[in-house]
């Protein structure tokens, strides 16, 4: 039988719990350990904010309480109303003596993985049991430092002075061409999930917004299946008026730097259960031109030819060769998009790419703000200017230069939390396999 929540409710967490807490207290959580000593019962709660240990010493404790608890299973939900004692034999030095115990909800046996994390489930059946995963404290801290990292990159980019905005997911038109998309169908019509909020943050441009920002999905209809790619994934994006590339490089670098001291100053708990040693990498991050990052390829064995992107071997081997986070800079106009903005040798563009020593981080440029060269390079790029019109009317009516980037959510909280797979820092991922849960 399982008990009514009736009035009761937490009044501690288990860190906040110590020896001075004279009145009763309630601890929520879920039993994360048994141990029946004979004579005595220890039960180790869980909660979002660790451990503590409720001890039951059989011969103080009323045989109504004892009966209840004898059956209980690892993982049910209890709620437990006690006194605080001291005992240095208890783990973090504390105990709780019940009074009173409500079991709220029996997990059943056995356990589809291992939530203590003692044994090494696999990625794949972590994921189909998520809710349990997430029990584990090490998975736990990584989507702490996920929350933390959003929370400090919204704050960086207020205080920079950028508003946040939020763009549509349903799309008529892919934002570069190319077939990376996701059709849906809308009412009569087909349409598409956005592969990037592009357009509409350039739109914004002429809006007199000057700074935006937006933190959302965006999904791609790419094959690959690596370890660093989702068909959904979240993108911080901004895009700023007035303003050429180096000045979003700026931004972009000591964002990075801001988030990282940020996470090692607050997360270090969490840093020191997935046992990662986080350093702020140096200001400014080295800038290396395409034509340079081409020749560490070519150098070390990797084949590249001039206007050619770098495949997954170059970019580690530049990453080895160069080393921390870096920028390669003056790529081929021909391979970047259309919004790229040509320096005066025009095949070479005002584009950057900022790199982490394993994958790209991000992706940006000065925009081109001419209509006119705009709708050139659309052509040259096999897109149909007028399927764009929405687009090119921001241009016509007084559109500032501007330049903006695009930073993976998921690639950076590869970087600061250490995963080697992307799967590990997104709640649900979605990939070519996985569309449930
Ligand atoms: P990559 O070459 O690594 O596949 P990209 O150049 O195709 O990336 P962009 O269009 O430049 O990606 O997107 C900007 C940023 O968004 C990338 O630098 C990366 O951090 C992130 N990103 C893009 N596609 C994915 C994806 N499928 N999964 C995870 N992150 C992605
Ligand atoms: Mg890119």
């Not at 059989?58 to 004692?85: A, F, H, R, T, Y």
Request: aromatic share 8%; net charge negative; glycine share 6%.
């Amino acid at each position: 039988m399982e008990d009514d929540l009736g009035n009761w409710r937490r009044t501690h967490y288990s860190e906040e719990l110590n020896a001075d807490i004279e009145e009763d207290v309630t601890i929520a959580g879920w039993v994360h350990e048994i141990r029946d000593l004979g004579g005595v019962m220890f039960l180790i709660i869980r909660d979002r904010k660790g451990k503590v240990q409720v001890t039951l010493p059989e011969k103080k404790v009323k045989d109504k309480l004892m009966d209840k608890i004898s059956e209980i299973s690892k993982e049910s939900v209890l709620m437990v109303q006690g006194q605080v004692k001291e005992d240095e034999r208890a783990p973090g030095g504390l105990e709780v003596l019940p009074k009173e115990i409500k079991v709220l909800s029996d997990a059943e046996t056995p356990l589809p993985i291992d939530v203590a994390g003692e044994v090494n489930t696999e990625l794949d059946n972590r994921l189909n049991s998520r809710f349990l995963d997430l029990r584990n404290p090490e998975t736990l801290s990584v989507f702490k430092i996920r929350d933390k990292t959003f929370t400090e990159v919204r704050k960086f980019l207020e205080k920079e002075g950028f508003i946040e905005m939020t763009s549509p997911k349903m799309v008529a038109t892919a934002t570069e061409g190319g077939t990376e998309l996701f059709p849906i169908s809308y009412f009569e019509k087909e349409a598409f999930l956005n592969q990037s909020p592009q357009l509409f943050k350039q739109i914004m441009m002429a809006s007199g917004l000057d700074k935006v920002y937006e933190i959302g999905p965006i999904f791609r209809a790419e094959e690959h299946d690596t370890r660093r790619h989702l068909n959904e994934t979240t993108s911080i994006d901004i895009e700023m008026a007035f303003s050429d590339h180096t000045d979003v490089m700026g931004i972009l670098e000591r964002l990075i730097n801001y988030v990282y001291e940020k996470i090692e100053q607050e997360c270090s708990e969490e840093l020191k259960k997935l046992d990662k040693d986080l350093k702020p990498p140096e200001l400014p991050f080295e800038r290396i031109k395409y034509d340079e990052a081409v020749d560490i390829c070519n150098k070390k064995g990797i084949e590249i030819t001039w206007g050619e992107d770098f495949p997954t071997p170059g970019e580690k081997a530049i990453g080895e060769e160069i080393g921390d986070y870096y920028f390669i800079v003056d790529w081929p106009s021909e391979i970047k998009p259309f919004y790229a903005q040509p320096k005066e040798e025009k095949e070479i563009s005002k584009a950057f790419d900022l790199m982490h020593p394993e994958f790209e981080l991000s992706s940006g440029a000065q925009r081109v703000h001419s209509i006119e060269l705009l709708k050139k390079r659309m052509i040259n790029q096999d897109l149909e200017p007028s399927e764009f019109k929405f687009y090119l009317d921001a241009f016509k009516y007084g559109m500032p230069p501007h330049s903006g980037w695009g930073l993976g959510a998921e690639r950076l909280l590869m970087a600061i939390t250490g995963k080697p797979n992307i799967r590990e820092v997104v709640l649900f991922p979605r990939d070519r396999k996985r569309l449930i849960p």
